[in-house]
């Protein structure tokens, strides 16, 4: 069965510095995996997927993600914080039939 | 091009009331799946539309039922309305069945947020 555990409820940063947000998956085939972004009392927003092209995913807002099988892991990752990425951050998974299964989401709070 | 649109937004209902959400897709999308998002929690998968036949159905009760019409719009209904049912109801579309790839994108709609009381 196909599984993500996201390592952090919450994640606070500074403006300007670097996000990481840590997502671990469990497959038992070749998965495709997601990051969504959901502002608050809003829909969510697909930020980047990661279907076996190529392991280093660029996304929009800056964001990026690495595949790294060896270590089940597809941390996502921002250079630099601004205050609009306060948000909440979804790790996601895909089954064969195409059902998609959420982690339980890193809240980000960037502080000015 | 409209995204994904949901209607009604909010929704209050009272214990063991009936409820009929509507969705519909983007323009050309022939799928729709419906999730439901608990407070403090992921997304939970309820069901799978495409073409108008149910792809996937997730751990849900009987008293949860959904229907695509052929203008691929869909409804999701939930009977005998429990307070545990009180979550914000997500729909999303794809152009085609999830199932033809699980890299399909599905994009997400606001959402109806409903309270039971």
């Known amino acids: 069965a196909q599984s993500v555990t996201q390592l952090d409820s919450h994640v606070s940063v500074s403006e300007g510095t670097p996000v990481l947000l840590r997502c671990n998956y469990s497959?038992?085939?070749?998965?495709?995996l997601f990051w969504y972004v959901q502002h608050p009392n809003k829909g969510l927003q697909l930020l980047l997927k990661y279907t076996s092209a190529a392991t280093l995913v660029k996304g929009i807002n800056g964001f990026e993600a690495e595949f790294k099988k060896s270590e089940t892991s597809f941390h996502l990752t921002k250079p630099s914080a601004h205050m609009s990425d306060a948000a909440e951050y979804f790790c996601?998974?895909?089954?064969?039939?195409?059902?998609?299964?959420f982690g339980q989401g890193t809240e980000l709070s960037v502080k000015p | 091009d409209a995204g994904v649109t949901q209607s009604p937004t909010h929704l209050i209902k009272t214990r063991g009331q009936q409820v009929t959400l509507r969705c519909s897709p983007i323009?050309?999308?022939?799928?729709v799946s419906w999730y439901q998002q608990v407070l403090g929690q992921g997304p939970q998968f309820i069901f799978q539309?495409?073409?108008?036949?149910?792809?996937g159905r997730g751990n849900f009760p009987d008293r949860f039922s959904a229907r695509q019409f052929p203008n691929y719009s869909s409804e999701l209904n939930v009977n005998a309305l429990l307070l545990g049912d009180s979550a914000l109801y997500l729909c999303a579309s794809s152009q085609r069945a999830a199932a033809t790839g699980p890299q399909e994108t599905q994009y997400f709609g606001p959402g109806t947020r409903l309270l039971v009381l």
């Open positions: 323009s050309g999308h022939k799928s």
């Open positions: 539309y495409y073409e108008k036949e149910e792809r």
């Open positions: 497959s038992s085939y070749s998965p495709s």
């Open positions: 996601v998974v895909s089954d064969r039939g195409g059902k998609l299964i």
